[in-house]
């Protein structure tokens, strides 16, 4: 299901089958019948609450019977419920031992712990009996950062997307929906609920330290529908995104990891920029926001994670009715904040319905029932939180997977997403021999392999094709190919300049694809590369 089916709006229910050159036209459709408008008071004497649909996903009733199921828990699991827990090993009898001691609600899986699919599938299966065992009617989360690019926790187990800058350049953000639907297809068949993803925070660039090329770029309108075909896409697969960070971290110069990071820019001024593509997934139904460890200055000196105005501009000014949950609470940003335990609760409190891979799950646990008993965390504000999430979950277990990928997504999606420069547009860019250089042997190789299927020699003729794998990285060649961030080609020497804004071997198969013109290239920059002799194809400038 889209987040518009999300809102209501009466709109197909697509199968999706792929072509060689993509997503074929639909095939089939159903509608789905409209609810009544999200906007609609609630709960009124003349409708039901069960026909009014929240902008992310259940029903008013729905949320109302999670309230009272929650309110009739111990403290002690209810506190565990708003936590997604930190875990970082195999065993699935210590996964076992964390959900039944502390009552948590999910977890998130670390690299450390996905390196094999029956290493997973034994994590996921052990956590679900779990939370039977803990007689719960929906599924634990279980979730995991599969952005794409430098990003990407599920490793080998999932096929090599491009950064999610790819989806900001792809003009055609079909292509981004379809192969979100196949990230959210292969997560939910290892038995994941959650993805921590889209990002939508632009970037400033190389001064960005640390989002870059996981934003879909620098335009607010780009990266707003390229966060919401990603968040349609995993729906689609039955997976609940999470829309991050808010209020958007790629403006800032601080890696949070690290530091606190500072903006001072108005809220007016934000509200123009970095604030609109999560306005734009909020309208559109997001289920789930993830706030930065980010001090704006007009909300005061606290993160945003911890930051009551926060969370009031989210919900009060933006509309947002779903779940908020925290990055990481182990990040260097908290670190002259206080104590660990305690800013757990203070997040809560704040605002928080989720809490994050607390640095200790056991003093998160203990600081928010200590929280609740000294008064200062109303037990209202705990069973709302935990309330959300019990009803999202049951959502999400409803959901029915609404397409159908098949074939390479990445390779799909990598076609549609590669910005060419080169005043031969339309027409063959390489001939019957070619020379690659640069990148790693591995992407020699992938895209030697790739071009000699099309019947391209490969050795130490014909036009000379450089990869550069830096975000700033330049060379002089025929064909100069940015693999990572696209700002070293304003620097690069060629005749024909493609950002890929990836190395995996899909999308080295789709820039081949593009050298031999089996496809358009028909992509934009997703953030200024200036110097360049042409504009993007189609058309030169």
Not at 10 to 27: L, M
Not at 149 to 170: E, Y
Not at 320 to 342: E, H, K, P
Not at 477 to 506: K, N
């Amino acid at each position: 299901m889209t987040i518009l089916a999300l809102l209501g709006v009466a709109i197909p229910t697509v199968v999706i089958v792929r072509s060689d050159d993509g997503p074929a036209p639909i095939v089939s459709a159903t509608f789905h019948s409209p609810s009544p408008s999200p906007s609609m008071p609630f709960p009124t004497d003349s409708l039901d609450p069960d026909e009014v649909f929240l902008p992310w996903g259940p029903s008013q009733g729905d949320v109302d019977r999670a309230l009272e199921d929650v309110r009739a828990m111990p403290l002690e699991e209810v506190a565990g419920l708003v936590i997604v827990a930190r875990f970082k090993g195999t065993s699935a009898a210590d996964l076992t031992a964390l959900i039944e001691t502390y009552h948590v609600g999910g977890v998130s899986l670390p690299p450390s712990s996905t390196l094999s699919t029956s290493q997973v599938e034994s994590l996921i299966a052990a956590a679900q009996a779990a939370q039977d065992a803990e007689g719960r009617d929906w599924p634990f989360i279980v979730a995991a950062d599969q952005e794409g690019g430098t990003v990407a926790h599920l490793g080998d187990l999932l096929p090599d997307m491009p950064s999610f800058m790819a989806a900001g350049a792809a003009k055609d953000k079909s292509a981004v929906e379809y192969a979100f639907a196949g990230v959210g297809r292969d997560m939910a068949a290892l038995g994941f609920t959650w993805n921590f993803a889209p990002v939508a925070d632009m970037t400033i660039g190389l001064a960005d330290p640390v989002i870059r090329t996981r934003s879909p770029g620098s335009d607010p309108q780009e990266a707003g529908e390229a966060a919401i075909a990603a968040a349609d896409g995993l729906l689609d697969a039955g997976i609940i995104p999470a829309v991050k960070h808010f209020p958007g971290h790629g403006g800032v110069t601080v890696d949070s990891h690290k530091g606190t990071p500072l903006t001072n820019e108005s809220i007016a001024s934000l509200e123009r920029t970095d604030l609109v593509p999560f306005q734009m997934a909020i309208d559109a139904g997001a289920p789930v926001i993830m706030m930065a460890h980010v001090v704006v200055s007009d909300w005061g000196d606290l993160p945003a994670t911890i930051n009551p105005e926060a969370y009031a501009y989210l919900r009060d000014e933006m509309g947002f009715t779903g779940i908020a949950i925290t990055d990481s609470m182990g990040m260097g940003a908290l670190n002259s904040y206080g104590w660990s335990g305690t800013l757990v609760a203070k997040a809560v409190a704040a605002g928080a319905d989720l809490v994050l891979m607390p640095v200790s799950n056991s003093d998160a646990h203990y600081s928010i029932v200590h929280a609740v008993e000294a008064g200062w965390l109303p037990r209202e504000r705990l069973d709302e939180a935990a309330s959300r999430v019990v009803a999202l979950m049951r959502y999400q277990a409803g959901l029915d997977p609404a397409v159908e990928v098949e074939g390479d997504y990445v390779r799909v999606m990598s076609r549609a997403s590669a910005t060419v420069v080169t005043p031969l547009c339309g027409t063959r860019l390489v001939g019957s021999e070619v020379t690659i250089s640069g990148g790693w042997a591995y992407q020699r190789t992938a895209l030697a392999a790739a071009l000699q299927a099309h019947g391209v020699r490969v050795g130490t003729g014909g036009q000379s094709i450089l990869l550069l794998t830096g975000d700033d990285s330049a060379g002089t060649a025929d064909i100069v190919v940015s693999l990572g961030g696209p700002w070293g080609l304003s620097r690069s020497h060629a005749s024909t300049y493609i950002a890929m804004y990836g190395g995996g071997s899909s999308t080295l198969a789709a820039l081949a694809d593009i050298l031999v013109n089996s496809v358009d290239a028909n992509a934009q920059w997703p953030v200024p590369v200036p110097g360049l002799p042409y504009g993007p194809c189609p058309s030169p400038r």
